[in-house]
């Protein structure tokens, strides 16, 4: 008889995941209908909250007691020193979107990822304001609350809307700009939503077409791209031009992107 082959992620590993999400969205979300104190990282729109800090305790200390042999790299200052080598690692956003979060726009999430050695990663997006919590990765097909996307179809980047972020600052840079450019031309549409995250989930379900990212994080990447993958889709990281361009979407789009970008 055939089994679930989860390729070093356990049905307990991903009702884990999904849980761990939702817990961070949730702390999130209600220190924001209370008030959170802000502060700047790198400029004004690089923001730190006390949800982000409280969000990312909550779900460090519930891997520190459930999963101690596991390493875990936080956005806001987790840092294992084996991460990434021959250990299980956690990867977390606990606040994908900090600028819209604490601007009052609702296109925020929590995002986690789990990578085994030799596995694709299992990743999981919450997002409050939706209620709508994705889980996918490798043995697990991506779900929204618990129901089956359909499988990504493949299709051309010119009948598709396409996700991406340029910062003004990386605005003189024509290694980035101009292969950018080149992109954003090939597409149907041009959408910016603030969350990497959210943008990955949505073109999981077939909701927008494909993401391109300049030099990610891995908690930017990895909760969506495996959310992606999941559902049937590709997710490459492209060097090109000195960079590391992110990009994830249906194969057919994918593999375009990846064309123009050279």
Known sequence: MPTDDFSGHSPVDIALIAE???AAGDLAARMLAEGVRVEQKTSITDVVSAADHAAEDLVVTR????RPGDAIVGEEGTADSAAG???RTWYIDPVDGTYNFVSGLPIWCAALALVAPGAQPLGAVYQPSADELWVGGPGAPTTRNGTPVEPLADRDLDAI???TYLH????PDDQIREPLLRVLRGAASVRMLGSGSVELAAISAGRLGVSLQVDSL???W???AALVTAAGGVAEVVEAHGHRWHAAGNRRAVEQVAALLR
């Open 218 to 220: 891995p908690w930017d």
């Open 20 to 22: 761990l999400a939702r």
């Open 63 to 66: 891997l520190r007691a459930e």
């Open 222 to 224: 990895l909760p969506g």
């Open 168 to 171: 003004p600052t990386t605005l």
């Open 161 to 163: 809307a396409l996700t």
């Open 85 to 87: 080598a021959d250990v």
